[in-house]
């Protein structure tokens, strides 16, 4: 008989026997979820390359396979990573199932479509991570925003960066209260931010840059965002001031609002972020009023490596402090503003700089011998200024150099020899200065090491070293528009193309054009492709490859050692060429002249533009067809046309040349646009003076395509152009921005050039406007170069000698026979402004007897300025315009900025030039103007709305 004992024990040991087969059942059936989770997720990815998913099978534990990650305690899914594996396809809603999921991280694969509706169940999930991938749609946040965010409130970093995210980015991400990392950048999202983003206080990454979003940025950012070390806003349409409130952010380290439309003044303290590296608020709006003095505060910020402010309408003078940055610093970018004086010698403190932009500024005096204390350089831009004396010979002393850029400038003297020290230089253009002297075989030398020499349009003399013929990486070089004289170095034919480069039939890699080379033209290596060398403008060579036609070379007779005396080499040459005379006929005498007068007319535009025949530009317009006829003037027609060869959409210039002064009117044009740059004024790309298929001579200058057309079609819209832009109307900003534009390109032609240059021909037909509605001077065809000192033509030319211009437009003075100068363009100026505002030509058939354009204006201000504006403005429309749908200005504010700029028409139309205005002036007054409209904000602030 068992006893009582014993069978006690007996069902003890059973009952424990049991629970732990229970436990295991249990175990097993939660893992089994996790199992076929992981296996429907695998199930969704159709493409793996490497084949890393291929562990996920029964040969071991699911938590061993790659990429799976699992709690110790529970052995369930706690992470996936799966970054970086070439994996594509879509998210499966199974994911779900791995309720234990912490982090999901799938980087950098080509995930796409939505993400499930279930990820929200996910109640433990802490890190969503999908950056880089293609994730789309408008819809992709859909079910983020109709369920409930608060099931994973637990999340503290979503990562979503260079996915194709569209749409508004939803309110409902609020939610997630203790985010501390959100990135959406470089996706599609549009319209506003939410306002309760900015109030998620535990966010210290917030990037949302590269994308499509607007409106103003809050002020008090810095009080809800304290905890903001990285800030990321970039590149998107962001407008109004940077907010002041930031500098409470204390602990920001990057602070980045580069390519918006921000205006008003920089923050003068943000110099107390001790943190602060990175600083870039480039390509915006933003203005110092003639003061640069936050700079000084920025020395403060002891641990800043990159500061860029390029881009922008920064005015005044540098200060010396600008020495006090940390040394540190490696990148400075300050190009593309209205910065005025000379460049510190107290820049030679900043010795850790790398990258130093100071291009298309106003910049004047000498580059300080300081500057070359900066060891570390590497990349120098200070073209496009008016920089003088010489050419420092402590720019040896940077031998890390890779790109020197000094081009356009007023420099003088010789180019040091010094900088043949600089053995990493690439690129090293000084081109349009006023440089003499020769070119040394130490500077040639940097040939061995550089892609790109240009030292063309200078005044440089002497001959080119033969050391030339040594350049290995050379894929450009320019000596053109110089006075270099002797033969053509034979080392040259070393030179060999690159492939990638000989396969552009339209690249010219080696320019010796307009010097004084006289002898034998080499026919090997660059100097066998016709297309990559250019020699014209050298009347004293021959030979060469037989496309160049230039004359047979003389023969040369050795006699012990020696050629014949140079004097012996000419008299045979002028019997050999009269011999040739009188055997050819008349053809081709006359073909011969013909490739000489289209050499010499081709010139003026062959810096560095492409070379394009006619067959080209026929078959760019298709055959100049009327269907691609898109303007019609007195010397010629204008023809849209894409070049073949990549497909870039032009505006070919076709001069009439059977109308009188069409030849003079193309010189005149390319001579201008030779030696003009400035963002608002038309870009040219080259000029071709050629013979068409008939045998006529054909000239053309071919223009980057404004696709916005002229002012013209905007302000008095036809049929045809209505059809182009729907509806045909410019708003208020526009027209500031278009007013603004014109006159900072007058400014340049006046004051900014090394001579005075008077356009002669301003009217709306002559500014084109980009897709941006930016505006650009166009048709240069009676432009005139003036004497710096006496403002007079350097031609001695008296309007008298014809009226130029178009009526309307032209100045009073002309019909009494004035000399031209600047204050004629600002008569032209104030008419075309008057215009711009009233929508009314000064041809008008209202304006009879007394009554002109200039009087219907002048007895309108102050009180009756509603009466006379185009009737496309409302000035209701104006004054409750707001990106945020609120009213921003009030009818009284557009009435006196309306009031201001028509004054400024007014002024500057007067009839006695000595009352007009001077540009610059007139500069000052439309900023002005625009901040009586605007308050705190600025230019272009509401632009990219204006447009929905």
């Not at 402590?394 to 600089?422: A, K, R, W, Y």
């Not at 963002?679 to 395509?705: H, M, P, W, Y």
């Not at 002109?852 to 009180?863: G, H, M, Q």
């Not at 504010?893 to 007067?910: E, H």
């Amino acid at each position: 008989m068992i006893s009582k004992s014993k069978v006690l024990s007996c069902s003890l040991f059973l009952f424990c026997i049991l629970s732990k087969l229970d436990l295991v059942e249990s175990r097993t059936t939660r893992n089994e979820t996790d199992i076929q989770a992981l296996l429907a997720f695998k199930a969704r990815i159709p493409v793996d390359p490497d084949g890393v998913l291929t562990s996920w099978n029964d040969s071991q534990h699911f938590c061993s396979w790659q990429g799976v990650t699992c709690g110790r305690r529970h052995q369930r899914v706690t992470a996936l990573n799966l970054s970086s594996l070439k994996l594509a396809g879509e998210l499966s809603p199974h994911i779900a199932n791995l309720t234990f999921l912490r982090v999901i991280d799938l980087r950098n694969n080509n995930f796409r479509g939505l993400i499930p509706q279930e990820v929200t169940r996910l109640h433990r999930l802490e890190e969503l991570a999908l950056t880089n991938n293609s994730i789309g749609g408008s819809k992709v946040f859909y079910y983020l925003q109709t369920t409930s965010l608060g099931n994973i409130s637990s999340l503290l970093q979503l990562s979503m960066m260079q996915n194709y995210l569209e749409g508004n980015i939803p309110s409902e991400l609020w939610q997630l209260s203790d985010l501390i990392f959100l990135q959406l950048s470089s996706n599609n999202f549009s319209g506003t931010v939410p306002r309760q983003l900015y109030n998620i206080s535990s966010i210290y990454h917030f990037s949302l840059a590269d994308n499509q979003l607007q409106g103003q940025i809050p002020p008090h950012i810095g009080f809800t965002l304290p905890n903001l070390k990285f800030i990321y806003l970039g590149m998107n349409k962001f407008s109004g001031p940077i907010p002041t409130s930031l500098i409470n952010a204390s602990g920001l380290v990057q602070l980045d609002m580069g390519s918006n439309a921000l205006s008003g003044p920089i923050p003068k303290k943000l110099g107390s972020l001790q943190n602060l590296q990175t600083l870039n608020f480039a390509t915006n709006f933003l203005e110092s009023s003639n003061d640069l003095n936050f700079l000084t505060s920025l020395t403060n910020c002891t641990h800043l490596i990159s500061l860029g402010l390029s881009q922008n309408n920064l005015t005044g003078v540098l200060p010396d402090s600008i020495g006090n940055f940390s040394a540190n610093l490696f990148q400075l970018r300050i190009g593309v503003n209205y910065i005025s004086g000379t460049i510190p010698k107290e820049i030679g403190n900043l010795v850790g700089l790398q990258w130093l932009g100071l291009y298309e500024n106003m910049l004047t005096g000498s580059i300080p011998d300081s500057i070359g204390k900066l060891s570390k350089l590497k990349y120098f831009y200070a073209f496009t200024n008016r920089i003088i004396g010489d050419i420092p010979h402590s720019l040896g002393n940077m031998t890390q150099l890779i790109v020197l850029h000094l081009f356009d400038n007023l420099l003088e003297g010789g180019i040091p020899t010094s900088l043949g020290n600089c053995n990493y230089l690439e690129g090293f253009d000084l081109s349009w200065n006023r440089l003499n002297g020769t070119i040394s075989k130490e500077v040639i030398g940097l040939c061995s090491f550089s892609i790109e020499l240009n030292f063309s349009s200078n005044s440089l003399t002497g001959t080119l070293p033969p050391e030339v013929g040594n350049c290995k990486n050379l894929d450009f070089l320019d000596v053109s528009s110089n006075k270099l004289h002797g033969e053509i170095p034979s080392s040259l034919e070393n030179w060999q193309i690159p492939d990638y480069l000989g396969e552009l039939p339209l690249f010219t890699n080696l320019n010796l054009s307009f010097n004084s080379f006289e002898g034998k033209v080499p026919t090997k290596g660059v100097f066998d492709n016709i297309s990559a060398f250019s020699i014209v403008g050298n009347n004293e060579l021959c030979g060469g490859i037989q496309p160049l036609r230039l004359p047979t070379c003389p023969t040369e007779i050795a006699k012990k050692g020696k050629k014949f005396p140079r004097r012996a080499i000419l008299v045979t040459g002028i019997v050999l060429f009269v011999v040739l005379f009188l055997i050819c006929i008349y053809a081709i005498k006359r073909r011969m002249s013909l490739s000489k007068e289209r050499e010499g007319t081709a010139s003026p535009l062959e810096k560095n533009h492409l070379k394009l025949s006619y067959a080209e530009l026929l078959h760019a317009t298709n055959e100049f067809s009327s269907a691609n006829l898109i303007g019609k003037g007195r010397y010629g027609s204008v023809y849209k046309g894409i070049l073949s060869f990549d497909d870039q959409t032009v505006a070919v210039k076709v001069l009439n040349l059977q109308q009188r002064g069409a030849d003079r009117t193309f010189k005149a044009e390319c001579e201008a646009l030779r030696k003009l740059r400035h963002r608002n004024l038309v870009k040219v790309i080259t000029s071709c003076s050629s013979i068409d298929f008939q045998g006529n001579d054909f000239k053309a200058l071919v223009f980057e395509l404004m696709p916005n057309g002229s002012l013209e079609t905007w302000l008095h819209p036809t049929p045809s152009s209505t059809e182009l832009h729907n509806p045909p109307s410019l708003n208020l900003i526009h027209r500031l921005n278009i007013a603004i534009d014109v006159a900072s390109a007058l400014d340049y032609l006046h004051s900014q050039f090394d001579k005075p240059v008077v356009h002669c021909d301003l009217k709306p037909s002559n500014i084109l406007l980009d897709a941006d509605l930016t505006a650009h001077i166009s048709d240069f065809g009676l432009t005139r170069f003036l004497s710096e000192t006496t403002e007079e033509s350097v031609t001695g030319q008296s309007s008298s000698m014809g009226i130029r211009g178009t009526m309307g437009y032209i100045p009073p003075e002309y019909g009494m026979g004035k000399e031209i100068s600047t204050r004629s363009d600002v008569y032209s100026y104030g008419i075309v402004l008057m215009e711009l505002f009233t929508g009314k030509r000064p041809t008008d058939s209202i304006f009879t007897g007394e009554l002109s354009l200039r009087e219907y204006v002048k007895t309108a201000i102050p009180d009756h300025v509603a009466e006379i504006v185009d009737t496309w403005l409302s000035f209701e429309d104006e004054a409750v315009f707001d990106q945020n749908g609120q009213s921003s200005r009030g009818i009284g504010n557009v009435r006196k900025c309306l009031g201001s700029v028509l004054s400024i028409g007014v002024s500057c139309s007067a009839d006695s030039p000595s009352e007009r205005l001077n540009i610059g002036d007139v500069l000052r007054e439309l900023h002005k103007a625009i901040n009586m409209l605007l308050g705190d904000q600025r230019r272009r602030a509401l632009q990219d709305s204006v447009q929905q």
